[in-house]
C-alpha cells in the first residue's frame, strides 16, 4: 500500500506541502484525493456515530481508486467535521489504509498525533516497508471483503430461510451487491418475517419452497453418496426433509456456490451433512475453522476456535497450513505461530510436546512457509518479548496467524479477545478444507455478522 497523508483542512499545510514537494523532488509519484461517497464528500455525506461503518464507507472507496503506480497520496477534505467523525475519518485512512498519517493545521490533533514527515529520507524509509510486513487494519480488511464478494456475485443459500436475522441479512447482501442469496423455506413465512422486522424483500432475492418433488429430484445422488453407509431411498428422503440437508444438496449439485447456517442450528447440524455430502477437498483429512479477528488497526487469523477438539500434531500441522493458505487468499500477510505455554523448548510436558513436534514436521516439509512454534501468545505478539524468548525467529514478534493447540484454547481465546479488546470484531468462524465453500455461524450472531458470513462465503468460492 501507498503512503497516504491526510491534510487537516481544505488547504493543504505548508509544512505537509513542504513535504509533498520534497517527495516529488525525491522523484516519486504524488496525487491528491478527496474521498468522496455517492458524489459527496465522506465529511458531508457520513452522519451519526456509526464509526465502523464510516471507517469501511471511506477504506472502500479508497480501494476503487487506482493508485498502482502512485507513491505518495496526500488527502483532503477533513475539515469540518464533529470529533467523532474526525475519529473514524483517521482511523480509516492511518490504519485501515494500512498507512502512517502525517498531519498539521489547527485541528492536527484531532485526527492524529503530530507526526509531521520533513525530509525525503523520511519517506524513503516508509516507502521501503515490504507489503508482507504492512498491517491490515479492520476497516480495510472489510472493506475489501465486500469489495470482493461483489465482484464475484455468487449464489449463497441460507437455509433458515425465515430466521428474522437471516432475512434481515440476506437483504442487506443484496443492497450492498454482496451476494444473491437464496432463502430456503415458505415464501409466506419469510414474507411474514420480513415484514416483522421491517425490510423489504427486493425482487432478486431468491425464496425456494422445500417440496416433495423438489427433494425427490435428490434422492439418488444422496443414495450413491451415501451407500457406503447403507442409506436407503427413504431414509434420503427422510433426510432431505431437513433444510440444512436440502441446501447442501443444492451446493453438491452446483445449483448455488455456497451455504451459511447456524443462526438457529448448532455446529453439529450444519457441519454433518456438509462432511457426508460435500466432504473435504482434494488431499484435505479434516476440516478445521478460522475466525478473522479485526482489532482496530490490524487484522489477525485464529484457528481452530470451532471444530476440532483435541488435534493430534498431525492434525494440528494440517491446520496450521489451511491457516497460512486462507490468510493469503484474503491478502492477509501470513506469519504462523502454534501456540502453547511454552517458547522453543522452555516449558515441559505433552502439550508443548505435541505443539513442538506439529512445528517440527511443519518446517521440514515446507522450509518456505513462516511458521515456527511452539510460542507463547505474547512471545508471538510482542517484538521485544519475542527478541528475548525465540531470538532468530521470523515469526516471533510479529505473528498474523495463530494456531492454538486445542478446541478448549482456541474459542476461549477468541472469545476472551472478541469481548475485551476495544472495537475488537470477530468474522467466522469460517471453514476450512471443504470441497466447497460451508459455513456456520453463532446463534448469538448478529445481523451485520450474518452479513460478513456470506461475504466471505462468496469469496471462498471463487477459488
Do not use: W
Request: net charge negative; aromatic share 4%.
Amino acid at each position: 500500500m501507498n503512503r497516504v497523508y491526510l491534510v487537516a483542512s481544505e488547504n493543504m499545510a505548508a509544512k505537509v506541502k513542504e513535504a509533498v514537494e520534497a517527495a516529488a523532488a525525491a522523484g516519486l509519484k504524488v496525487i491528491v484525493y478527496k474521498p468522496v461517497v455517492n458524489g459527496a464528500s465522506a465529511a458531508a455525506q457520513i452522519k451519526g456515530d456509526n464509526t465502523a461503518v464510516l471507517m469501511e464507507t471511506i477504506a472502500a472507496d479508497f480501494l476503487k481508486q487506482d493508485f498502482d503506480s502512485v507513491d505518495l497520496v496526500v488527502v483532503e477534505g477533513a475539515s469540518g467535521m464533529s470529533a467523532l467523525c474526525a475519529q473514524a475519518y483517521n482511523e480509516a485512512l492511518a490504519t485501515a489504509l494500512d498507512s502512517k498519517i502525517y498531519s498539521d493545521g489547527e485541528d492536527a490533533d484531532l485526527f492524529c498525533p503530530k507526526r509531521l514527515l520533513r525530509t525525503p529520507k523520511d519517506i524513503a524509509d516508509d516507502l521501503a516497508v515490504p507489503a508482507a510486513e504492512r498491517k491490515t487494519s479492520q476497516a480495510m480488511f472489510r472493506a475489501g471483503l465486500l469489495l470482493k464478494a461483489s465482484k464475484a456475485a455468487k449464489r449463497i443459500v441460507l437455509p433458515e430461510g425465515n430466521e428474522p436475522r437471516t432475512v434481515q441479512a440476506a437483504v442487506l447482501a443484496v443492497e450492498r451487491n454482496i451476494a444473491v442469496p437464496v432463502l430456503v423455506g415458505a415464501k409466506a413465512e419469510i414474507e411474514a418475517t420480513a415484514k416483522a422486522v421491517g425490510v423489504t424483500l427486493p425482487a432478486n432475492i431468491e425464496i425456494i419452497e422445500p417440496s416433495e418433488a423438489l427433494a425427490e429430484k435428490y434422492v439418488p445422488t444422496l443414495v450413491e453418496l451415501r451407500k457406503s453407509k447403507g442409506m436407503t431411498e427413504e431414509q434420503a428422503r427422510v433426510a432431505l426433509k431437513d433444510n440444512v440437508t436440502l441446501a447442501t444438496m443444492m451446493l453438491k449439485m452446483g445449483e448455488v456456490d455456497g451455504l451459511v447456517s447456524g443462526a438457529i442450528h448448532s455446529t453439529a447440524d450444519t457441519l454433518r451433512p456438509a462432511l457426508q455430502i460435500i466432504k473435504c477437498a482434494p488431499g484435505v483429512k479434516s476440516v478445521s475453522s478460522v475466525f478473522f479477528m479485526c482489532m482496530p488497526g490490524q487484522t489477525y487469523v485464529y484457528g481452530d476456535c470451532a471444530i476440532n477438539l483435541n488435534p493430534t500434531a498431525e492434525e494440528l500441522a494440517g491446520i496450521a497450513l489451511q491457516c497460512d493458505e486462507t490468510a493469503k487468499a484474503f491478502g492477509l500477510p501470513s506469519r504462523v505461530a502454534l501456540l502453547s505455554y511454552s517458547t522453543f523448548n522452555s516449558g515441559k510436558g505433552p502439550d508443548a510436546d505435541l505443539v513442538r513436534e506439529a512445528a517440527a514436521k511443519l518446517k521440514a516439509e515446507h522450509p518456505e512457509l513462516a511458521i515456527d512454534g511452539p510460542l507463547q501468545y505474547d512471545a508471538a505478539t510482542v517484538e521485544s518479548v519475542g527478541q528475548l524468548k525465540a531470538p532468530g525467529s521470523a515469526v516471533a514478534g510479529k505473528a498474523t496467524v495463530f494456531v492454538f493447540p486445542s478446541l478448549s484454547a482456541g474459542n476461549i481465546g477468541y472469545k476472551a479477545v472478541q469481548r475485551s479488546a476495544r472495537g475488537t470484531i470477530a468474522i467466522g468462524p469460517m471453514l476450512q478444507g471443504l470441497a466447497k465453500p460451508v459455513n456456520d455461524l453463532s446463534r448469538g450472531a448478529l445481523v451485520e455478522d450474518i452479513v460478513y458470513t456470506i461475504a466471505l462465503t462468496a469469496v471462498q468460492a471463487m477459488a
